[in-house]
């Protein structure tokens, strides 16, 4: 008989049932019923495990003693230091590990990827309870205690330093709570981290607890510290843990390294010359990286001098992008057409009657031939975010350099005038913000009230780098005062010259501008 039945539980303090427990003799292993437990010894509850299921496909497999094994580069030596237990099935391979917590909780592995825990709390460091708060300079934080075994492994003959690692990749506020005395007793926090997004989330948290004390290790081409272990790449890993840099999140700069950083590689100013020469002189062109608000009464001709802009950028071969609200897209286009051709094109029947078609045509393809130009339009019930996210995919998406679009009170939605101010000052707002950090011109036009300043909203202006206000004699006898419209640089941040800049003639016959140069 191999198996002896109805026996009382070993366990009689958690279990004890009198007749649940049964013991097979030939493979030494004992099971009760009742609590599910399974025995090494027949009559004592010695080494008590749970059924780690059946790893070998035998019903009962034989539970044995754990043992610390070397595995993935990880010496035995500190497998037997961490207490990470390793329990092998009938072919001698390892079929589970256990690494034990500070509380005796444990997270379980059983071979290859299935993970479940036994008494876990979430609120301790795995690794915690092997050097009191204090006993060393540094402390080095991982996501997986795999990644604690391994930098142990690497820096551990340089002295002294703890190795911990975090439960999980979303720690609780339990454990920042229950672990801060202890992490704060050290003079160095070194971060150990994936660089994703879990891995930077887990960086900005504990430099928020301690922000002046909390570094991070470049992982460069491997994407943990287990792989360098097992590249052999324990030098570099030592290296980069030992010379690793005060981190601060994106949107802080602090250290020497980011101030260089930031000098070296932002570029210098960058700019289109618009081609007016008394303008130029005074902004260099449109640049990149700045919001310029081109400013008028209605029925000044600010839409020309867009205009008049855009086929700029399209003689300089720049790529960019415009949007203009009061017209529509075939006038847009037929605009440009005009300043290429030296004629007015901008209507089908003009065209029709002048017999041109197909220098239009022609035209047309001459403008777009190298994709440089984008025309765009938002959809009735687009919002500011929508507004924003088009920009955005055109700047890094189609690599736009500038975004052209008029006017900027169209392009917000208000029921009354209060919500159109609080939605142009929004977007005002998040246009000088977006074109600094995409690097990206961003050109508008904004009418003006009777004071001259933008109309519903004077955040527009205070929000812009460059504001160049028109004016223009509409109602002057004389035909070349009464099309000219003149220039005048009144907010210069780039360059800080201000004042007069040039003047440009509407040729009435070609529907089209051109600088004056003292006419």
Known sequence: MTEITRLPCPDTEGCGSSDAYCWNTEKQVG?????????????????????????????????VDYEYVASRGISERTMEFFDVRSYKGGNGDVIKQEYVYPSGAKKIRVMPKSFSSEGLRQDELF???????????????TEGEVDALSVHEMISHRGTNPVVSLP???????????CKPWLDSFEKIVLSVDSDNSGNAIASK????????????????????NEFLQDNATKDFFNAWWNARKYTPENILNTPDQFLELFRDSPQHQYVPTGIEALDDKILGLMQGHFTVIKAPTGI??????????????????????????ETKLRSLLGLVSYDLGMNVTRRDLIS???????????????TQEELFYQFYMPDGSTTDDFIEQIRYLREGCDCKYIFFEPIQDAVVGNTEAGKEEALADLSIRLSKLSAELNVGIVTIAHTNDHGDPKYCKMIGQRASVIIDLSREKESDDTVERNTTTLRVEKNRPCSEEGYAGSLFFDTQTFVLEETHGR
């Open 127 to 141: 690794g915690m309870n092997l050097w009191p708060a204090g006993s060393g300079r540094i402390v080095t934080i």
């Open 353 to 367: 009657e002048m017999g041109v078609v197909d220098k239009v045509e022609d035209s047309i393809r001459k403008i």
């Open 206 to 225: 504990i430099f928020n607890m301690f922000p002046n004390k909390t570094y991070r290790v470049p992982h460069d081409k491997y994407k943990d510290a």
């Open 31 to 63: 099971h009760c019923k009742s609590c599910d437990d399974w025995f090494s010894d027949q009559y004592e509850p010695i080494k008590k495990r749970r059924d780690p299921m059946a790893f070998d496909n035998t019903p009962h497999p034989e539970l």
């Open 301 to 326: 001709g600010k839409t020309e001098v867009m205009r008049y802009l855009e086929f700029n950028m399209l003689q300089k071969k720049v790529p960019f992008a415009s949007w203009h609200l009061e």
């Open 168 to 178: 999980s990749a979303t720690p609780s506020k339990r454990l920042w709570e229950n």
